[in-house]
């Protein structure tokens, strides 16, 4: 078997291990809380959202630093920094015995995570060209079946171990993923540690200047912040539609899990077709399918019609990131891939972190049904800026060569 694939299928499953041991943990955390002794639940309400948040902004903050270093030092590296690091430190919630102490784990967590855009980078600069859209599609597969998977066993577990266990399981996940990457998978492609660098904020600068790597930032941004920023207020929603038999709990979770599927079964297909047709298609008529589909969400009558808009809304959802991360890896400038995607990765986290935060807000004023088409809108502009941001970019770089020609030949 190739190198570069069999890479793939074991990050690829690797990936699976830690989101789905991540996600285990999330669903509980509210009663995780009450065990420690937090009862009043506007105090719970406002220590999960810290909790829950904290996490996102510190990886925002350090993201584009371990994308640096990965392109002085290697990616695999960092794939293993990730891995042990959050493992350490997830093994640590489990025995943490007040909010402050969980917090301030978690805030440490997202400094040193990083194992997904690690693997995405990995990935990326060490298969083909012309194979990046189909391996990401692949990895994006791995990564959505865990985080489905996951909050799954994760209420099972709870009910029968208890909260606390759960962390410490979380955290052998983590190890064993980290040591199957340790051991078989292979860096072909590895970074030049002899050639001259420059300074983080020199590089940083560069990067952010090099277009069209802004647009494809931006573009992360805004699928992140209009994907994620509903998702808060779907047990609502769901509950307001009247859940059959009552069953709100299952309904929500049901109404996530078929949008995780429909992604997990087109990101390959979509991947693949990018490689064939270009990933800038993909991704502009994905996020104007998703748009598409984002608009009949505020006309549903019932949880079936809405599970039935979801299905169809993770088929578009799928060419959405793997497409995005292709063409990253496209453009970025050679030996820079990995500092790339760590700015990738800051805006991808800030939308994670806004988009929950400001559409909970908004959801007071027009309610989740205009968020739904608010977000739909927040899709049709990213797709606009994609294809304009990218042509003009692309006329000033080919703008740029012919004046380089014409003074070379004065």
Not at 9 to 28: E, K, N, T
Not at 64 to 82: F, N, Q, T
Not at 322 to 333: D, E, K, M, W
């Given at each position: ?29 509210p ?8 009862t ?20 925002f ?17 960092m ?10 430190v997830?093994g ?26 690690a ?182 009558t ?7 808009l ?27 891939e ?19 935060i400001?559409?909970?807000?908004l ?48």
């Amino acid at each position: 078997m190739e190198t570069w694939r069999r890479n793939l299928y074991i990050l690829m499953v690797s990936q699976f291990l830690v989101m789905g041991a991540m996600s285990m943990i999330i669903p509980f955390l509210p009663l995780y809380l009450k065990e420690m002794g937090v009862t009043d639940p506007d105090q719970t309400q406002l220590w999960s959202g810290l909790i829950f948040g904290i996490n996102f902004l510190s990886a925002f903050a350090v993201a584009p630093v371990w994308g640096s270093l990965a392109d002085k030092i290697g990616r695999k590296i960092m794939v293993l920094r990730s891995g042990f690091g959050m493992a350490v430190v997830i093994g640590l919630m489990g025995l943490a015995t007040s909010p402050l102490q969980l917090l301030i784990l978690r805030l440490v967590n997202g400094t040193v995570s990083g194992f997904i855009p690690a693997s995405i980078s990995l990935t990326a600069t060490n298969t083909p060209k012309e194979r990046a859209g189909y391996a990401l599609g692949m990895l994006q597969s791995g990564a959505v079946a865990g985080s489905i998977m996951g909050p799954f066993f994760g209420g099972i577990m709870a009910e029968w171990i208890g909260f606390r266990a759960i962390f410490f399981i979380t955290s052998f996940l983590i190890v064993l993923a980290t040591f199957v990457v340790l051991f078989a998978v292979k860096e072909d492609v590895q970074p030049d540690k002899h050639a001259e660098r420059a300074g983080f904020f020199k590089e940083g600068s560069f990067i952010l200047h090099y277009r069209p790597l802004p647009v494809l930032f931006m573009v992360g941004f805004l699928l992140q912040f209009a994907m994620l920023g509903p998702m808060p207020q779907m047990s609502l929603f769901v509950s307001e539609l009247g859940a059959p038999g009552g069953y709100v709990a299952f309904f929500a979770g049901l109404v996530t899990a078929v949008t995780g599927m429909a992604n997990m079964l087109a990101s390959p297909w979509l991947g693949r077709f990018g490689d064939r047709h270009g990933s800038e298609k993909v991704l502009f008529y994905a996020m104007l399918g998703a748009a598409i589909f984002f608009i009949p969400h505020a006309m549903v009558t019932s949880v079936w019609q809405l599970l039935v808009l979801r299905f169809l809304l993770g088929l578009s959802v799928g060419g959405l990131l793997p497409s995005l991360n292709a063409l990253i890896r496209v453009h970025a400038p050679e030996g820079k891939e990995s500092t790339a995607y760590g700015y990738s990765t800051s805006a991808v986290f800030l939308g994670n972190m806004l988009g929950p935060i400001i559409c909970g807000y908004l959801s007071g004023w027009i309610g989740i049904r205009g968020l739904f088409l608010t977000t739909a809108i927040l899709l049709v502009t990213g797709a606009w800026w994609l294809r304009h941001g990218l042509r003009a970019a692309q006329e000033e770089k080919a703008h740029g060569m012919v004046q380089h020609k014409v003074s070379s030949a004065q």
